[in-house]
């Protein structure tokens, strides 16, 4: 792999057919590949199309046409959102589990201009975030990680996320108060001796630890403001304003199926109007948690009848449960496409490593703009 990440592969039958072999084993050796669409030139029957499976997204064509189509497409540019841990309270290495991911919380959002990491939760899933930016040879990265709240799902991964340990990098950690303090007093207290032997101040990285407040906060390529969900402990709904799209990220959030003297869910549903992506907790069925109510998860039925009315355009359920193998969320999955274009545009189970491209939008400003030189 050279210094940089492509944008597109694109493979053509006659590599495939000499070297399957070998391109599958590099693809297993550096997991940041998988986010990366293929397009492949030739035909479902071709022997070695089966090592293109790890990928989340492979387009199969036939012509120069299609081919320039697909990859104009391809490279618009977008906002990215990378799906490095999706599994909830804790992760499962298992052979049934590996089609939709065993690690746990981690999502990275990038748009283009951006040079800083813009990353959500350190579950276990950080832990291949941090392996493949080091293969990536960046001489130094710095960024904003953003911890919806502290259970061990969420902060598993913090202490194995590599560039920590170099003196090159920076960043700053942001954490909504607890009930035993703030952003670094909760993390120093997970990472003590007693349960682990790195603590914070064996960290080479320069750190800046924020006790993150709910109202909107500018960082400059977007904002960050969150509201307050139904958990057993304070969790951010992370709402990202970035490339003129919104975003929402509920890990953990409980949607109860009455409503409450709070309002909660009508509180919820005004937060995520007409988001861009809304990626919400499902980690249950509506029978799981009849017997788990209160639990601090919500059913995926419950979440897309909350979701229906607000306008979201884009819905992605995850935070699966450890004990629902791939097969039973797969059927969950295909059981989810009744509900594409109607009302939303895409919906689905997030996967370990796949990522979302959706086109930034110009300001309005910049739109009237270009209209006026035309004219």
């Known amino acids: 792999m050279g210094a940089r990440q492509p944008d597109v592969l694109i493979i053509d039958k006659s590599f495939l057919d000499e070297y399957h072999g070998q391109f599958e084993q590099t693809v297993k050796l550096h997991p940041g590949l998988k986010f990366v669409p293929v397009i ?3 035909t479902r029957d071709d022997k070695g199309i089966r090592s293109l499976v790890q990928f989340n997204s492979c387009e199969i064509v036939k012509d120069e046409d299609t081919l320039l189509d697909a990859v104009s497409e391809l490279l618009m540019p977008s906002v990215r959102i990378r799906f490095w841990g999706v599994r909830g309270s804790t992760p499962c290495a298992n052979f049934e589990n590996i089609e939709y991911g065993g690690n746990t919380s981690c999502l990275e959002i990038a748009t283009p201009g951006m040079d800083e990491l813009l990353i959500f939760d350190s579950g276990t899933g950080i832990r291949n975030l941090g392996n493949h930016l080091e293969r990536l040879d960046e001489i130094s990265c710095k960024g904003h990680i953003f911890i919806t709240h502290p259970h061990w799902d969420h902060i598993q991964g913090f202490p194995f996320f590599k560039p920590f340990y ?10 909504p108060e607890q009930y035993r303090g703030g952003a670094q007093e909760i993390l120093s207290g997970h990472l003590t001796k007693t349960f682990f032997p790195v603590t914070l101040d064996m960290l080479d990285a320069t750190i800046e630890y924020v006790t993150q407040k709910e109202e909107r906060v500018d960082y400059g390529h977007y904002s960050i403001e969150y509201f307050v969900a139904n958990h057993s402990t304070k969790t951010a709904i992370y709402k990202i304003r970035i490339g003129g799209r919104v975003i929402v990220y509920a890990s953990d959030n409980e949607l109860p199926l009455e409503t409450t003297p ?7 549903q005004e937060f995520v109007k007409d988001a861009d992506v809304l990626i919400h907790d499902a980690q249950y ?3 799981q948690y009849k017997e788990r109510e209160g639990w601090g998860h919500s059913a ?6 909350v979701v229906k009315p607000t306008g979201v355009k884009n819905l992605y359920l995850t935070h699966h449960d450890p004990d629902t193998n ?7 999955d295909r059981r989810l496409q009744q509900y594409v274009g109607a009302p939303f545009d895409n919906i689905s189970l997030t996967r370990e490593g796949a990522e979302i491209r959706i086109p930034v939008k110009k300001p309005e400003s910049v739109i009237k703009k270009n209209k006026a030189k035309v004219s």
């Open 40 to 42: 492949y030139l030739g």
């Open 166 to 175: 170099s003196s090159k990098n920076k960043f700053t950690i942001h954490l």
């Open 262 to 268: 709070i309002r909660f869910v009508e509180k919820f």
């Open 285 to 287: 069925t509506l029978q």
């Open 300 to 305: 995926w039925e419950r979440v897309i009848e």
């Open 326 to 332: 791939d097969a039973e969320l797969g059927r969950r």
